[in-house]
Structure formats: structure tokens, C-alpha cells
């Protein structure tokens, strides 16, 4: 497969009002192997937030594409983003999901490493065992080659050869910003994560979450519940509550590199959480961000992470596993001391909505599974639904866009019955482009690691 293999795999015409994408990019091994190598392993992928490991020697495990990796707090607080596997010969060194370890001892011949990433320990060293050669190598493990943070999101790269991770990010820093900035001393994770499996390809969740296309048709069973409750149950105050067409604005946003942003505004906002802290919020923030804040926003930082403040705000973390398996890490984040009545609100809403027990995940990953299953073989080929919205989309910031002072390459505004599709170009493009990038260079990039001292 070659850079003309993966052009071919998207029709891309503005101009004529097409935008068609191959089946094949869902359900190709062969393309699996490539996003893996030159998307996930080969630039920026979001990894968790530094709350995560809080205190000193406090870490978490994670992936950059198929490669494990553990995130450490050492003893003077200094994060370190390490390779997950021992310098002896290879073994896995951590096997927990998260913890508060001074020392990560390989569990097959028990080479020690401490918080840093650094070897404390090598038995029989000491006595001599090993030659010259030997002790004139570094043995820590190996470093993530770029390990960088905004405010607290944790992002890494295997690929040294990338752009800061300002630069990578762009304007959709605004919107990490929106969150981080709800309250005053920053956000905290809510206790609990949640992992799930399902049986369809990665781009599947991210096109899904930039969807409002499918709103109303998939969470039908959804919308009737919560309707049918009486309009003082706080249980069902939920924030998607009592929209009515024309007193919504909503809208779509593409910046390079493959993020997005869907927002909407004029929802039912006294039942968010924050709502309740609107006066201080607007005398902390101003207006616009404040309102901003209470805007429903699903933004997709292109390829594996999603901030979604929806039903409840949560990040949700992507890792393809094989062209048709993907796992899904949840987290519910919050304003740090918000106050009792305001977090239980939110916990409720985001039991309600998200995860497998939730009375919409399971909707959308049912469809998924439907997606991968109905394209079993070559006569699913070319699917149409990226063109919806393509008569309205605008070159210039919208509105909305220019209120947050964002210069999105391209927006879309209207009703939500517009059903917006041209903001799923933005990572259908980036995911072309870098495939074809990569495939095309003579110098194809090639993965360096750093050890936790230099060699
Ligand atoms: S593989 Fe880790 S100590 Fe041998
Ligand atoms: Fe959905």
C-alpha cells in the first residue's frame, strides 16, 4: 500500500459537494498497521492527566498505540513519561492500571527501577557478573522521546520529530482552557474509570462523538425516559432536556491536524451542574466563557482523546486494538470543590448517559458493531454520509467562532436538524494526509528513544 492507495480511499471534492470515504479504512488490516505506526506511534496521542499521578511516586499505565508506557511521579514531584518494558529483555515491568510505588521491580529477573525511570538494581552487579561493556551502558528504562503537558493533559509521542504540543494542538487549547478554568482551583478526576471493548474500528467513536446527526434516531428509547419524568426530578434534569428547535444554536468547527469541536447552546443550562455557580463564573471568566461553559461541547483532539460536556463532562480515551476491536477508557472530570449537591447532580447525569451502563453509550456502540458487521465484504464500498451540511460551510469563522477569537479552517452554524457532517472532513482529511505523508517520504520517520540518562 502506497500514498496513492490511501488518496484513493477518500473522494474529496468542495467544490462539487463530495466528500466520500471507502469502507476500507474501517476494516483494513493492512491500514490498521499504518495508523498505528504513523498516527498513534508516530505523533502526539494523549495520554491522562498529571491528577492522575498526583503525589511523588504516584504513576499510571497507559499506551501510545501499541506500545505500553508508564507515567511516574518521582520523588521531587518531576513527571516522567517511560517505555513499559524492561532494558533486561523486554518483559512488561508494570502491570498495574495505576498505584503509588517508589520502586517498579521486573517481575522476571527483577531488575528494579525507581520513580524516574532509573536502575537501582541489577542482581549480582555488584559482584562483578557483568563486563565493561555492560557497565558502560545506561539500563533505565527508556524515555517516551516527547512527553508534554497543557494544564495538566498529559500528551506523549514516540516520534521525537513533532511539532510542540502547542503547536500540535492549535486554538483547541480554548477549549481545554473552558473546562480547566470551571472552577477556580482547577478540575479534579471523580473517583472511577471506566474501560470498555467493542467491536468495530476506532474512527467509528470518534466520527459518532461529532455526530448530531444521530441523535434523535439512536437514543430514541433515551429521550422517552427522560421526558416521561416529571420536570422537577432532579434525577432527570439532565442537560440535553427540553430542546426545542430555533432556541438552539449549533454548530461545527475543523482546525488542522484533525480536531473538531461540535457545540450547541440555549439547551436546558439550569441543569448543568455549573449552573449554579453562573454569577461567580461570569465575574471570574466573563460572559462569553461563561456562556461557553454551558454550552454543550464535544471536541475531538485528533487521534485518541475526546472532551465531552454533554450529559455530564467526561474525557474519553481511544486505543484500536485491530481494525475492528477498540478499547475505551472513560473518565468523569469536575471543577475541584465544587460543592455536594453540584457533584451528585453531575455523577447522576453521567450514570445516566454515558459508559456501558448508561442509557446512551450502549446505543451508539451497538450501532458500531452493526457498522463493522454489515461490512463484511467488497460490496459495502463507498459511504456517503460525510456531505450533509456541505452547502452551508463557510471558509470565514463562524460567528461562534470568532466570539472565542478561534479561526477554525473550517464552521458551520445552524439548527441542530441541520445535522452537520463536514466536521468529520477535519480528522478524515488529517487521517489522509499523515498516511500519505508518511508513506510517500523516502525518509519515513523513524522512532528514536531517549533512556532515563543519556547515552
Ligand atoms: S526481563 Fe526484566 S529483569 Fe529480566
Ligand atoms: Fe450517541
Given at each position: 500500500?502506497?500514498?496513492?492507495?490511501?488518496?484513493?480511499?477518500?473522494?474529496?471534492?468542495?467544490?462539487?459537494?463530495?466528500?466520500?470515504?471507502?469502507?476500507?479504512?474501517?476494516?483494513?488490516?493492512?491500514?490498521?498497521?499504518?495508523?498505528?505506526?504513523y498516527?498513534?506511534?508516530?505523533?502526539?496521542?494523549?495520554?491522562?492527566?498529571?491528577?492522575?499521578?498526583?503525589?511523588?511516586?504516584?504513576?499510571?499505565?497507559?499506551?501510545?498505540?501499541?506500545?505500553?508506557?508508564?507515567?511516574?511521579?518521582?520523588?521531587?514531584?518531576?513527571?516522567?513519561?517511560?517505555?513499559?518494558?524492561?532494558?533486561?529483555?523486554?518483559?512488561?515491568?508494570?502491570?498495574?492500571?495505576?498505584?503509588?510505588?517508589?520502586?517498579h521491580?521486573?517481575?522476571?529477573?527483577?531488575?528494579?527501577?525507581?520513580?524516574?525511570?532509573?536502575?537501582?538494581?541489577?542482581?549480582?552487579?555488584?559482584?562483578?557478573?557483568?563486563?565493561?561493556?555492560?557497565?558502560?551502558?545506561?539500563?533505565?528504562?527508556?524515555?517516551?522521546?516527547?512527553?508534554?503537558?497543557?494544564?495538566g493533559?498529559?500528551?506523549?509521542?514516540?516520534?521525537?520529530?513533532?511539532?510542540?504540543l502547542?503547536?500540535?494542538?492549535?486554538?483547541?487549547?480554548?477549549?481545554?482552557?473552558?473546562?480547566?478554568?470551571?472552577?477556580?482551583d482547577?478540575?479534579?478526576?471523580?473517583?472511577g474509570?471506566?474501560?470498555?471493548t467493542?467491536?468495530?474500528?476506532?474512527?467509528?467513536?470518534?466520527?459518532?462523538?461529532?455526530?448530531?446527526?444521530?441523535?434523535?434516531?439512536?437514543?430514541?428509547?433515551?429521550?422517552?425516559?427522560?421526558?416521561?419524568?416529571?420536570?422537577?426530578?432532579a434525577?432527570?434534569?439532565?442537560?440535553?432536556?427540553?430542546?426545542?428547535?430555533?432556541?438552539?444554536t449549533?454548530g461545527?468547527?475543523?482546525?488542522?491536524?484533525?480536531?473538531?469541536a461540535?457545540?450547541?447552546?440555549?439547551?436546558?443550562?439550569?441543569?448543568?451542574?455549573?449552573?449554579?455557580?453562573?454569577?461567580?463564573?461570569m465575574?471570574?471568566?466573563?460572559?462569553?466563557?461563561?456562556k461557553?461553559?454551558?454550552?454543550?461541547?464535544?471536541?475531538?483532539?485528533?487521534?485518541?482523546?475526546?472532551l465531552?460536556?454533554?450529559?455530564?463532562?467526561?474525557?474519553?480515551?481511544?486505543?484500536?486494538?485491530?481494525?475492528?476491536?477498540?478499547?475505551?477508557?472513560?473518565?468523569?472530570?469536575?471543577?475541584?470543590?465544587?460543592?455536594?449537591?453540584?457533584?451528585?447532580?453531575?455523577?447522576?447525569?453521567?450514570?445516566?448517559?454515558?459508559n456501558?451502563?448508561?442509557?446512551?453509550?450502549?446505543?451508539?456502540?451497538?450501532?458500531?458493531?452493526?457498522?463493522?458487521?454489515?461490512?463484511?465484504?467488497?460490496?459495502?464500498?463507498?459511504?456517503?454520509?460525510?456531505?450533509?451540511?456541505?452547502?452551508?460551510?463557510?471558509?470565514?469563522?463562524?460567528?461562534?467562532?470568532?466570539e472565542?477569537?478561534?479561526?477554525?479552517?473550517?464552521?458551520v452554524?445552524?439548527?441542530?436538524?441541520?445535522?452537520?457532517?463536514?466536521?468529520?472532513?477535519?480528522?478524515?482529511?488529517?487521517?489522509?494526509?499523515?498516511?500519505?505523508?508518511?508513506l510517500?517520504?523516502?525518509?519515513?520517520?523513524s522512532?528514536?528513544?531517549?533512556?532515563?540518562?543519556?547515552?
Amino acid at each position: 500500500m502506497d500514498a496513492s492507495d490511501i488518496e484513493a480511499l477518500v473522494i474529496d471534492r468542495p467544490e462539487d459537494g463530495v466528500f466520500k470515504v471507502h469502507a476500507d479504512i474501517y476494516r483494513s488490516e493492512e491500514i490498521f498497521e499504518l495508523e498505528q505506526k504513523y498516527i498513534f506511534e508516530g505523533g502526539w496521542v494523549f495520554l491522562g492527566l498529571d491528577c492522575q499521578a498526583a503525589e511523588p511516586y504516584d504513576f499510571f499505565t497507559t499506551h501510545i498505540g501499541r506500545q505500553s508506557v508508564i507515567v511516574s511521579r518521582d520523588k521531587d514531584g518531576i513527571l516522567h513519561g517511560l517505555i513499559n518494558a524492561c532494558r533486561h529483555r523486554g518483559a512488561l515491568v508494570c502491570h498495574t492500571a495505576s498505584g503509588n510505588a517508589r520502586t517498579h521491580v521486573c517481575p522476571y529477573h527483577a531488575w528494579t527501577y525507581d520513580s524516574a525511570g532509573n536502575n537501582t538494581a541489577i542482581t549480582e552487579h555488584d559482584r562483578g557478573a557483568h563486563g565493561a561493556g555492560f557497565d558502560a551502558e545506561d539500563h533505565g528504562l527508556r524515555r517516551i522521546p516527547r512527553f508534554e503537558s497543557y494544564r495538566g493533559f498529559l500528551f506523549g509521542s514516540l516520534n521525537p520529530d513533532v511539532p510542540p504540543l502547542e503547536a500540535y494542538l492549535g486554538e483547541t487549547t480554548v477549549f481545554i482552557d473552558l473546562v480547566v478554568d470551571q472552577g477556580p482551583d482547577g478540575l479534579e478526576l471523580v473517583p472511577g474509570t471506566v474501560h470498555y471493548t467493542y467491536r468495530g474500528n476506532w474512527k467509528l467513536q470518534i466520527e459518532n462523538s461529532a455526530d448530531i446527526y444521530h441523535f434523535m434516531p439512536t437514543h430514541e428509547t433515551l429521550l422517552r425516559i427522560v421526558n416521561a419524568r416529571a420536570a422537577d426530578d432532579a434525577a432527570a434534569a439532565s442537560a440535553y432536556r427540553h430542546r426545542k428547535e430555533g432556541s438552539v444554536t449549533r454548530g461545527s468547527m475543523c482546525f488542522p491536524n484533525g480536531h473538531n469541536a461540535m457545540f450547541g447552546g440555549g439547551d436546558n443550562i439550569r441543569a448543568r451542574p455549573l449552573y449554579r455557580e453562573l454569577d461567580r463564573l461570569m465575574e471570574r471568566v466573563g460572559a462569553v466563557r461563561a456562556k461557553w461553559m454551558l454550552y454543550t461541547r464535544n471536541v475531538l483532539f485528533f487521534p485518541n482523546m475526546q472532551l465531552l460536556e454533554n450529559a455530564s463532562l467526561q474525557i474519553r480515551v481511544n486505543r484500536p486494538v485491530s481494525a475492528s476491536r477498540t478499547d475505551i477508557v472513560t473518565y468523569c472530570i469536575a471543577p475541584r470543590g465544587e460543592s455536594d449537591e453540584a457533584r451528585e447532580l453531575r455523577v447522576r447525569q453521567y450514570e445516566e448517559f454515558f459508559n456501558p451502563s448508561g442509557l446512551a453509550t450502549p446505543d451508539d456502540t451497538a450501532i458500531f458493531e452493526d457498522i463493522q458487521a454489515a461490512a463484511g465484504a467488497d460490496a459495502v464500498d463507498w459511504n456517503q454520509g460525510y456531505m450533509r451540511g456541505m452547502g452551508t460551510v463557510s471558509r470565514e469563522p463562524i460567528p461562534e467562532a470568532r466570539e472565542l477569537g478561534l479561526n477554525p479552517v473550517t464552521s458551520v452554524t445552524g439548527s441542530p436538524s441541520l445535522g452537520d457532517e463536514t466536521i468529520l472532513h477535519g480528522p478524515i482529511r488529517a487521517w489522509r494526509d499523515r498516511l500519505k505523508a508518511a508513506l510517500s517520504s523516502e525518509d519515513r520517520p523513524s522512532l528514536r528513544y531517549g533512556s532515563a540518562a543519556a547515552e
